[in-house]
């Protein structure tokens, strides 16, 4: 079965950039019909997709955070990473890593991390 666990800096200061780690055991980054996104949840908010990683490298960004939002990834590791840049209070959230599958047409998000909570703060 897999697993997510999140990982990176509880507290960022405003204007600095947010880092995240989401490391998968297992099973494997790079296998096919899967792909790895990064969702966040906001105090009295929803849940935000964010952007993917691809088992084959490609990413996407949600429009609304495409300009501040990059999405990596290390192979060797087993490791997809989240950067989302020029931060501010409304970033607070806690962020999810989530393993999103495709078959048949659906599309579903079957395997989450516990999640991480960020505090955007001076």
């Known amino acids: 079965q897999v697993q997510l666990q999140e990982s990176g800096p509880g507290l960022v200061k405003p204007s600095q950039t947010l880092s995240l780690t989401c490391t998968v055991s297992?099973?494997?980054?790079?296998?096919?019909?899967?792909?790895w996104t990064w969702i966040r949840q906001s105090p009295g908010k929803g849940l935000e997709w964010m952007g993917l990683?691809?088992?084959?490298?490609?990413?996407y960004y949600s429009p609304s955070q495409k300009s501040r939002t990059s999405i990596s990834r290390d192979t060797s590791k087993n490791q997809i990473s989240l950067q989302l840049s020029s931060v501010t209070p409304e970033d607070t959230a806690v962020y999810y890593c989530?393993?999103?599958?495709?078959?048949?047409?659906?599309?579903?998000?079957?395997?989450w991390g516990q999640g991480t909570q960020v505090t955007v703060s001076s």
């Open positions: 989530v393993r999103r599958g495709a078959a048949y047409g659906q599309i579903y998000f079957d395997s």
């Open positions: 297992g099973g494997s980054i790079t296998s096919a019909y899967y792909a």
């Open positions: 990683i691809s088992h084959d490298g490609s990413t």
